[in-house]
């Protein structure tokens, strides 16, 4: 299963956001410039992401972005589903799709344990545990250059 750009870039959107000072807000164009994501492409991640409650924004001059809630408190689940809609790896398994033959399918047992593995693996990931993988992948590798510490 790939995952859209829109879901890796809106996770690197609340990445950085949770990167940056706690009171700061970051526009949108210092997303762009750090990150090299289109300003219409995270406006389009913005729209999504904001009702889930996980975005403050501001208007003005110093106005801009920043996360809600504590990043121990956001489940990448949560935001994966925001962003990519459903997550069933095959569309038997979604909610949206019924199957007749769903007691007769041999493999569909096998689908059902991968989904869950991967729904227990995002519910078990807070975008904090992503920070930390970054810090970590950071002091591996020598600094990388993203305008936030």
């Known amino acids: ?5 829109r879901t890796r870039y809106g996770l690197r ?3 950085y956001l949770a990167l940056v000072e706690e009171d700061r807000y970051v526009q949108l164009r210092e997303l ?3 990150e090299r994501i289109s300003l ?3 406006e389009q ?5 904001k009702p889930t409650g996980v ?3 501001s208007r003005g001059k110093y106005g801009g972005y920043k996360l809600a809630r504590n990043p121990e408190k956001i489940s990448i689940a949560e935001m994966v589903s925001s962003l990519e809609g459903d997550l069933a790896p095959i569309s038997c398994l979604s909610h949206q799709y019924s199957c007749d033959r769903k007691p007769d399918c041999l493999t569909l047992p096998m689908w059902e ?6 729904n227990k693996y995002l519910r078990g990931k807070t975008l904090k545990d992503v920070v930390a993988q970054y810090r970590e ?3 591996r590798y020598g600094k990388i250059e993203t305008g936030v510490q």
């Open 45 to 49: 991640i913005v729209r999504l992401l």
């Open 55 to 57: 975005l403050l924004s």
């Open 13 to 15: 959107f609340l990445v």
């Open 113 to 118: 344990e991968l989904q869950e593995v991967i």
């Open 40 to 42: 219409r492409y995270l």
């Open 1 to 5: 299963m790939k995952y859209s750009t």
């Open 137 to 139: 992948n950071r002091a």
């Open 32 to 34: 762009e410039q750090q």
